[in-house]
């Protein structure tokens, strides 16, 4: 199972990124998929999480309102689009996929290399 993450960049605070996740050697279409970041000096943390399907999404509280995680099973990708970015979620963005088909903040056992966000302020 191979997981790569891309889209990350340098953007202004306010300002928008979509990350992406390209997926292979595993059918993508049986389990949820899931975006976690990691700041220096920082504990990784979740972001937000999808079911198998797409229908049923999971987020975290920092970025409620302002994420958005989507999926397209026939392309073995994971987004999340970033808007309203705010200088603390400067971070290495990781995606991984979950162990089952149920979205939720844990439960994962593959992870991508990950892509740096960084928002000046």
């Known amino acids: 199972v191979q997981l790569q993450a891309f889209g990350g960049g340098l953007v202004q605070a306010g300002g928008s990124l979509r990350l992406s996740c390209a997926t292979s050697g595993h059918t993508f279409s049986d389990y949820a998929m899931g975006w976690f970041r990691q700041a220096p000096g920082k504990e990784r943390e979740f972001v937000a999480a999808i079911s198998w399907s797409g229908g049923s999404t999971y987020y975290a509280n920092s970025v409620k309102g302002r994420f958005t995680i989507s999926r397209v099973n026939a392309k073995n990708t994971v987004y999340l689009q970033m808007n309203g970015l705010e200088p603390e979620d400067t971070a290495l963005y990781y995606c991984?996929?979950?162990?089952?088909?149920?979205?939720?903040?844990?439960?994962?056992?593959?992870w991508g290399q990950g892509t740096q966000v960084t928002v000046s302020s």
């Open positions: 991984a996929r979950g162990r089952t088909g149920v979205a939720g903040p844990d439960g994962y056992d593959y």
